[in-house]
């Protein structure tokens, strides 16, 4: 019985694409990056557990911030809560829940902010 197989990984280039089966940074059918979602103002911050184990992280959405500004504000509130955490795809996450600490301090840093979530 023969399988059908597409390379995904080669020594001499790394990644491929399954689609035009180039290494990823010569992919001649990338789609466009995500984009951030629109910002209306809002920070939102909200607590989620899904897909990871159980374990709750607080996300932040809305944060209208260049790529810099927004990396020294992530590392801010990483100190500030005591925890790790990253960017993606311009949503934050703070490890644990943290949406009291972190709606007062962004509060006091001049943004408009909202619980969202149960």
């Known amino acids: 019985m023969a399988r059908d197989s597409t390379l995904v990984y080669s020594t001499d280039s790394g990644r491929m694409c399954p689609d035009c089966r180039h290494p990823l940074a010569q992919c001649q059918c990338q789609k466009p990056p995500m984009a951030r979602p629109s910002a209306d103002g809002i920070v939102r911050l909200r607590r989620e557990t899904k897909g990871r184990k159980g374990k709750g992280v607080t996300l932040i959405d809305g944060l209208d911030l260049e790529d810099a500004a927004l990396e020294s504000l992530v590392k801010t ?30 509060q006091e840093q001049g943004f408009k902010v909202k619980l969202a979530g149960g």
């Open 77 to 106: 509130l990483k100190n500030r809560c005591g925890s790790g955490g990253s960017i993606r795809d311009g949503i934050v996450e703070i490890q644990g829940d943290h949406r009291q600490l972190l709606y007062r301090f962004l």
